[in-house]
């Protein structure tokens, strides 16, 4: 599985995908999850914070989408902003070095793997990765409580931006998971993600040192 970087610059490369993207999403989210305020009639899950300023990473296997990420820069609208501000009680983070993650998937064939990288963890260090990429210091999180040991567990360092509370019956809580080196590199050990994942397709060749010299299987 190769993850690509899918964003305004280079999306007229992937609409059919992004086509696919939009269906499956509503097949995890609406029909899977019942997260019923997402359902739209043409079947397709995008919301308020699908928009140019988003940028998407997709797991694909040829033209196969195996897993999802969307990242929304905090200068623009979020969820914490927008829909869930009571989650941060010293007021929203609108910093440009801060993108919330949020739409993680893994399509339900490749969950739960044990053997080699699991797609989960390769969406996630990619997201790492793309965050050092562009230079950020953090990721804020709106995210369902059963995640934090998780993030824990795969070297990431998530601080509470306040206390959880019950959405939609689920106990859910804001964080922000610092961007630096040794996220990235934890969450490979620990994962065994070989390395660098993304594919910068139809985007200019950015300098990415941090993750250049890095081996983290060493
Ligand atoms: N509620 C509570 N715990 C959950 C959960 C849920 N909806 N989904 C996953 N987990 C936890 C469980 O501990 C689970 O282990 P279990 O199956 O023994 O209970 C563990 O995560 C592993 O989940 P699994 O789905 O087997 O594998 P994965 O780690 O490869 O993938 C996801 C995890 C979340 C990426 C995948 O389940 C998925 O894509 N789900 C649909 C989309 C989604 O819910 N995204 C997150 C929204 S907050
Ligand atoms: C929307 C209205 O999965 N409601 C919406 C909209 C909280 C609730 O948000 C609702 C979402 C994982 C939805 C649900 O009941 C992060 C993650 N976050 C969720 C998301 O939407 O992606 C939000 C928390 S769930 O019905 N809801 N959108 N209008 N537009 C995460 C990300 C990165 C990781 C690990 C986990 O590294």
Redesign the pocket.
Known sequence: MDVHVIRRDNKHLYSEILEDYFRLRHQI?VVERK????DRPDKREL???DTDETVYLLGLEGRSIIAG??LVPTTAPT?LSD??PRLSLNGPIRRPDVYE????FVVPKRRGEHAGPRAEAVI?AA?MEYGLSIGLSA?T????SW?LP??LDQGWVARPLGLPID??S?S?IAVM?DVDEQAWTEICIRRSVPGPMLVWQGLPVIERPAIRDLVPAA
């Open positions: 989210y997260w019923a305020a997402l919301d308020q914070f990420m969307r969820l829909l869930f993650l949020s739409r993680i996630q997201a990721f999180i709106v995210l369902e995640w998780r993030l959405i939609d689920m859910t998971v």
